[in-house]
């Protein structure tokens, strides 16, 4: 293994140490042989598995505390084996995500609990341990270049010494150096069929392809652009944490025929990858498809019409490009840009330094001509000293700030000239402005933000608007002019339509960001609040909130928040609230600390003082700006514990009591992105959140009451919660709310929060009360798939009482119900299935359920690949069994189905295998059946799973090996698969149904001598006695008749054996 290892194994040259294990075909293959060996080696060489290593091995591991099970002792993070070694020390010891495992028995077991993770486990101890032998036997047998002679002395040994653990050692070196050779001949085979891929053979391919792609019908392809510009200099465009899995690069590739193709070029080959993550700017960098040698063997296997495209043009394919002009459409990379040092993966556009170069070139056409001034500009300059935007009487700033290399000198006075040499104007090329790499939410509830709109690219003047060209003008007065003129510049900027996507792109195209972010670090204030006016309305296009984080205009805002100020604090406010879309400006927020200062604007003044002063409506303003600041920041997950941690629950409380709409909906808007954390939910319910969240659903604002049904649907995960919510008479306002089904999202939150509420018995009878369930059902039809799942949802709690599977019956819910049991979305599938195997309980519900063909959906739905949907599925089959008139013959019309429900048994899931065993126990209940399924090895499947832990896995395993102990030699198969002496051990759990449904499954496995043997063996005598007192008749009886069976044994064996 370590001559593999050392000389077969492909190891990455990037990281720290000797490299990271790539991510290849031939380490792949090297990884499933040794993990083979390893599994199987202590059943085979039992007595040299149980042999201790010398020192352990010793990895940072992935497996969390709770995979591990019987035979070892868990102590918070802190996992280790009962089995010791000599030394009193345990044979695997687990701290935090350290892993110590010293005997192969041990590892065998490891990789067996690893499951899915065997893979990544195995790669991690071998990267730890580069020479595994030295740890298993010592340093004396370590792999060495050259003769290898430790085998010869380790014989010698032997023979001079009766030592069983020499012996021992001698076996284990033996299996090792054959799984050694076996791993070198494998990847001799592997290496001889291999090519490497390097970043100048890709790159080259690349450009390449380009050059014979565009949107004509004869290219080859429609597109191929790299995902990140930025190269490093070995020629990778891979991030190093990638790098050191042997990848290259990522490419976006959209042929003629086909969705975009999401590929990775790697040193082993090209292959596709998973695309881009919904809701984060990153890459699936998981393997979805076989390795190719390069990119044009990829797509000649995936895109049909890129073989035919490229056949056409073959010659001029493979020969090098006769001339320089043939690449003019590749962007070029001004020495100036390149030379400016970049950090790794801030991705940049490389061709902003040429769109500046053109910028100014239009600029100095522009200057060439005559403008006159137009006659708003001439009102405007008229009346510029009596603006009404600015007070003579504001203070200036007295604090000394931290200044920024790129940002203007202060203004000491009023009167200072703002020269163009103090406006010193941040590199432009620093700007990210693709939308491709729009950075979204750390947070589940985030929303995707809006497509960005694309840049603008005008080749002449006459496609823009006179704005576009006066708002230029105006810049250029911003740049050179004194505090005067920037004053009137910046009023006369904003009586244009800034919500106008030119109006916007015209202050970015002529580097207007940069002055208006460097005015707000001067000591002006008219300025600066005239700057966050413009900021504040143009921060809603979303290239332009990429722009103001890349200058620096965050960290500015949020000094600005400190400012005695109280117009600047706002402004500065509902500007970040408005940049803070997209998560790397919210981190940026929160690590300047903005979280704590924005939480500061809500303590301004006593939400319940009776008299207001005429300071407090600028105090309440403050505070909305605070609060929607507060609302876009929250949904970051660190940002959330950050508001926490500054104390902002009790602030936000206390504005929950103020009747001011246009606080009250940031404010809860806060609340319920918070709510999806567990703490958030504690203190919402403490703090008595929960009645003024009620109140607010009876509002006249449809906003405000979405957001108060959306922060219930999170709370209401917590029972407690849910008894607030009727207590303080939310059910009705939630109810009367299901009537108002034309705004989709209020319906999602409101359907969303009955959903949760109706999990408490109490709360659906209230719904009952309130005709809530004719109205869910009625949604049924013609709603968007969250209005959908969220209602079917909540039926699917209500059906859990007899009466409302009657009213969804008379209703006409049944069939809309059905019909959804052919949806593709997985949340939907999962109530649904609950919803009809609840209704499935009433016979005549059962009936339409049948005649609409609902059953076969239900069984159809095991083939689903999503774990969830396969167990709720099953959990809905079993009552559907248990109702329908002649279930045997239902159930052995479904062609395969009992196969197919039998091979779920192979599942890794806990919550699959309990409703799948709870399936086959109604399914046993017919012979034909019963027959069908032993034949299909039900029973070697269900003896498998006999040694859980899991009450609930225990209680129907129980059930249906009881069951299916009812045909043919089956209660003696059981015996012999070993299922026997785990299910006495089922006796000692604390669950009274576990202790129903094992004692009839040992009372028919009692019909077998040997079973009776192998239970008394385990004790089960003494159990039973103490559960036939059991006040459970059905308990009662069938540990009875178990003792009687084993009684009757031993007398029959005490009369032959004495007469």
């Known amino acids: 293994m370590g001559a593999a290892l050392a000389r077969a194994a492909q190891r990455t040259s990037a990281g720290c140490g000797h490299g990271a294990l790539e991510i290849t075909p031939l380490n792949e293959s090297l990884l499933n042989e040794i993990i083979k060996f390893v599994e199987n080696f202590s059943t085979r060489h039992p007595r040299e598995a149980a042999f201790v290593f010398r020192e352990p091995l010793e990895w940072k591991t992935r497996l969390d505390c709770s995979v591990f099970g019987a035979g070892y002792e868990i102590d918070g993070t802190t996992v280790q084996s009962e089995a010791k070694g000599k030394d009193g020390q345990p044979l695997l010891l687990l701290i935090g995500s350290t892993l110590k495992v010293r005997s192969f028995d041990q590892l065998s077991h490891l990789l067996y609990i690893a499951m899915e993770k065997k893979l990544k486990e195995a790669q991690a101890c071998l990267e730890a341990n580069r020479d595994p032998i030295v740890n298993i036997l010592g340093p004396g047998y370590g792999t060495v270049?050259?003769?290898?002679?430790?085998?010869?002395?380790?014989?010698?040994?032997?023979?001079?010494?009766?030592?069983?653990?020499?012996?021992?050692?001698?076996?284990?070196?033996?299996?090792?150096?054959?799984?050694?050779?076996?791993?070198?001949?494998?990847?001799?085979?592997?290496?001889?069929?291999?090519?490497?891929?390097?970043?100048?053979?890709?790159?080259?391919?690349?450009?390449?392809?380009?050059?014979?792609?565009?949107?004509?019908?004869?290219?080859?392809?429609?597109?191929?652009?790299?995902?990140?510009?930025?190269?490093?200099?070995?020629?990778?465009?891979?991030p190093p944490w990638r790098q050191m899995h042997g990848e290259i690069c990522y490419l976006i590739i959209k042929p003629h025929d086909t969705d975009p193709l999401y590929i990775t070029c790697s040193t082993a080959g090209v292959y596709l990858n998973g695309g881009k993550l919904k809701e984060k700017d990153d890459i699936d960098y998981e393997r979805q498809s076989d390795i190719y040698k390069d990119i044009v063997t990829f797509l000649r296997e995936r895109s049909p019409k890129f073989v035919e495209n490229m056949s056409k043009q073959e010659y001029s394919f493979f020969k090098e490009p006769a001339s320089e002009k043939h690449y003019q459409h590749m962007e070029v990379v001004d020495a100036e840009d390149s030379g400016q040092s970049q950090k790794p993966f801030d991705f940049t556009e490389k061709n902003v330094y040429e769109k500046l170069k053109s910028s100014s070139a239009k600029s100095k056409s522009i200057d060439s001509k005559k403008l006159e001034p137009s006659l708003k500009w001439k009102n405007i300059v008229r009346s510029a000293t009596h603006?009404?935007?600015?007070?003579?009487?504001?203070?200036?700033?007295?604090?000394?700030?931290?200044?920024?290399?790129?940002?203007?000198?202060?203004?000491?006075?009023k009167n200072t000239s703002i020269s163009p040499e103090s406006v010193k104007i941040q590199p432009a090329s620093k700007c990210k402005t693709s939308e491709k790499y729009e950075e979204v939410s750390e947070s589940s509830s985030e929303t995707e933000e809006d497509e960005e709109q694309p840049e603008r690219h005008q080749e002449g003047n006459t496609d823009l608007p006179s704005e576009y060209w006066q708002i230029q003008k105006l810049v250029k007065y911003l740049k050179g002019g004194n505090p005067t003129a920037t004053v009137i510049a910046l009023c006369s900027m904003r009586d244009f339509n800034l919500a106008q996507e030119t109006c916007q792109?015209?202050?970015?195209?002529?580097?207007?960001?940069?002055?208006?972010?460097?005015?707000?670090?001067?000591?002006?204030?008219?300025?600066?609040?005239?700057?966050?006016?413009?900021?504040?309305?143009?921060?809603?296009?979303?290239?332009?909130?990429?722009?103001?984080?890349?200058?620096?205009?965050l960290q500015i805002m949020?000094?600005?928040?400190?400012?005695?100020?109280?117009?600047?604090?706002?402004?500065?406010?509902?500007?970040?609230?408005?940049?803070?879309?997209?998560?790397?400006?919210?981190?940026?927020?929160?690590?300047?600390?903005?979280?704590?200062?924005?939480?500061?604007?809500?303590?301004?003044?006593?939400?319940?003082?009776?008299?207001?002063?005429?300071?407090?409506?600028?105090d309440f303003e403050i505070a909305r700006c605070g609060a929607l600041a507060l609302w876009s920041c929250s949904k970051s997950t660190k940002n959330k514990g950050a508001i926490l941690k500054a104390s902002g629950i009790p602030l936000l409380a206390k504005w929950l009591k103020c009747s001011h709409v246009n606080i009250l909906t940031p404010v809860v808007g806060t609340l319920q992105e918070c709510a999806s954390e567990q703490s958030y939910r504690l203190a919402i319910r403490t703090e008595g959140m929960i009645e003024d969240l009620v109140k607010n659903l009876?509002?006249?604002?449809?906003?405000?009451?979405?957001?108060?049904?959306?922060?219930?649907?999170k709370c209401a995960e917590d029972k407690e919660t849910r008894d607030l919510v009727r207590q303080h008479g939310g059910l009705q306002p939630l109810s009367v709310l299901l009537g108002n089904s034309q705004n989709k999202q209020l319906l999602a939150a409101?359907?969303?929060?009955?959903?949760k509420c109706a999990i408490s018995g109490e709360n659906v009878s209230k719904f009952q009360e309130y005709k809530a369930i004719e109205a869910l059902v009625g949604l049924l039809t013609d709603q968007p798939e969250e209005v959908l799942v969220n209602v079917v949802g909540a039926l699917g709690e209500c059906c859990q009482e007899p009466i409302n599977r009657a009213i969804i019956r008379k209703c006409g819910g049944i069939p809309p119900l059905v019909k959804l049991l052919t949806g593709t979305d997985q949340a939907l599938l999962v109530n649904v299935?609950?919803?009809?195997?609840?209704?499935a309980a009433e016979p005549e519900n059962m009936m339409i359920i049948d005649r609409l063909d609902g059953v076969r959906l239900l069984w159809s739905l095991l083939k689903n690949p999503n774990p969830d949907v396969q167990a709720s599925a099953a959990w809905a089959i079993c009552p559907c069994i248990e109702n329908a008139k002649d279930a045997g013959e239902m159930v052995r019309s479904f062609v395969g189905g009992l196969e197919l429900i039998v091979n779920l048994l192979k599942?890794?899931?806990?919550?699959?295998?309990?409703?799948?065993?709870?399936?086959?126990?109604?399914?046993?209940?017919?012979?034909?059946?019963?027959?069908?399924?032993?034949?299909?090895?039900?029973?070697?499947?269900?003896?498998?799973?006999?040694?859980?832990?899991?009450?609930?896995?225990?209680?129907?395993?129980?059930?249906?090996?009881?069951?299916?102990?009812?045909?043919?030699?089956?209660?003696?198969?059981?015996?012999?698969?070993?299922?026997?002496?785990?299910?006495?051990?089922?006796?000692?759990?604390?669950?009274?149904?576990?202790?129903?449904?094992?004692?009839?499954?040992?009372?028919?496995?009692?019909?077998?001598p040997n079973n009776c043997i192998t239970m008394h063996e385990n004790g089960v005598v003494k159990l039973l006695l103490a559960m036939v007192g059991s006040t459970d008749e059905i308990l009662q009886e069938a540990a009875a008749g178990c003792i009687a069976n084993i009684r009757r044994l031993a007398l029959a064996t005490e009369k032959a054996k004495y007469g």
Not at 171 to 196: C, G
Not at 389 to 409: I, L
Not at 517 to 545: A, V
Request: aromatic letters at 4%.
């Open 750 to 755: 409101v359907t969303g929060a009955i959903w």
């Open 558 to 618: 949020v000094k600005i928040l400190d400012s005695p100020d109280k117009d600047l604090k706002c402004l500065a406010a509902e500007t970040i609230a408005n940049v803070a879309r997209f998560k790397r400006a919210r981190r940026t927020v929160r690590q300047h600390g903005g979280i704590k200062r924005l939480v500061r604007l809500l303590e301004c003044i006593s939400v319940g003082s009776t008299t207001l002063t005429p300071q407090q409506p600028k």
């Open 505 to 553: 792109l015209a202050i970015r195209d002529v580097g207007g960001l940069e002055v208006l972010i460097n005015l707000l670090d001067t000591e002006e204030i008219k300025c600066q609040i005239g700057s966050l006016k413009i900021l504040k309305e143009i921060s809603q296009n979303s290239l332009i909130r990429h722009a103001i984080a890349d200058l620096g205009g």
């Open 387 to 413: 603006s009404k935007y600015f007070s003579d009487k504001a203070k200036k700033k007295d604090t000394e700030e931290e200044r920024r290399g790129t940002v203007s000198k202060k203004i000491k006075k």
């Open 698 to 713: 009876s509002s006249e604002h449809e906003e405000l009451q979405m957001h108060c049904a959306s922060a219930i649907f």
């Open 907 to 1008: 599942s890794k899931n806990k919550e699959v295998l309990a409703s799948v065993c709870a399936a086959i126990t109604n399914i046993a209940k017919d012979e034909e059946n019963l027959a069908v399924i032993t034949d299909h090895g039900v029973v070697p499947l269900l003896s498998k799973l006999a040694n859980t832990n899991n009450d609930k896995l225990r209680r129907h395993l129980a059930e249906a090996i009881s069951h299916c102990c009812m045909w043919g030699s089956n209660r003696v198969t059981f015996g012999e698969t070993k299922a026997v002496a785990p299910l006495v051990r089922y006796l000692k759990s604390n669950n009274p149904s576990v202790h129903r449904a094992t004692a009839q499954a040992l009372y028919q496995l009692s019909e077998d």
């Open 145 to 238: 270049e050259g003769e290898d002679t430790s085998i010869l002395h380790l014989l010698d040994k032997v023979k001079k010494d009766d030592d069983p653990e020499t012996e021992i050692k001698m076996k284990i070196f033996i299996l090792l150096n054959q799984l050694d050779m076996q791993l070198l001949n494998s990847s001799l085979k592997h290496i001889s069929q291999e090519v490497r891929l390097n970043p100048a053979a890709v790159n080259n391919e690349v450009n390449l392809l380009k050059h014979f792609s565009g949107k004509g019908e004869d290219t080859v392809l429609e597109s191929l652009e790299y995902t990140s510009d930025y190269t490093f200099s070995n020629g990778c465009r891979a």
């Open 833 to 839: 299935t609950k919803a009809v195997g609840a209704c």
